[in-house]
């Protein structure tokens, strides 16, 4: 089970970096802004909120990868409660905004389905 945790965290680890290089990097470029539907004048106007968004995006998937170099390390509990804090906050923010946009529920599943795959298999692991 602790293989799967790791997995499901790496993986919501990555998806949260895409997602700072979209917010922080990225903001005003054609591309991101198709994505985010943002004209230039509100990415413009946006961009230091994007930016700080992104960075909270950044340090929750280090705090996932926190847990699963903790587990590795045989901080077994320690790592669990690490991963499960970082894709917990992770999974809350995806429920936020399907529950704020249906529009935006597949951007939701994107956000979310990592941290969903681990904080199941984190509360699996806890309870065994």
């Not at 089970?1 to 993986?11: F, K, Q």
């Not at 470029?29 to 985010?36: G, Y």
């Not at 004048?41 to 847990?67: C, D, F, P, R, S």
């Not at 946009?101 to 984190?122: E, M, N, T, W, Y």
């Amino acid at each position: 089970m602790l293989i799967a945790v790791c997995i499901a965290a790496v993986l919501a680890a990555l998806v949260h970096a895409s997602i700072f290089v979209l917010e922080t990097l990225r903001w005003e470029h054609p591309a991101t802004r198709r994505v985010f539907r943002t004209s230039a004048e509100q990415a413009a106007q946006t961009k230091q909120l994007a930016a700080n968004q992104g960075v909270y995006n950044l340090l929750l998937g280090i705090a996932a990868l926190a847990g699963v170099v903790a587990i590795a390390a045989g901080a077994v509990d320690a790592g669990l409660a690490v991963v499960l804090t970082a894709t917990g906050t992770m999974l809350g923010a995806a429920l936020y905004l399907v529950l704020s946009d249906r529009k935006l529920a597949r951007a939701a599943l994107v956000q979310g389905i990592f941290p969903l795959l681990a904080v199941i298999a984190s509360v699996v692991a806890l309870l065994r």
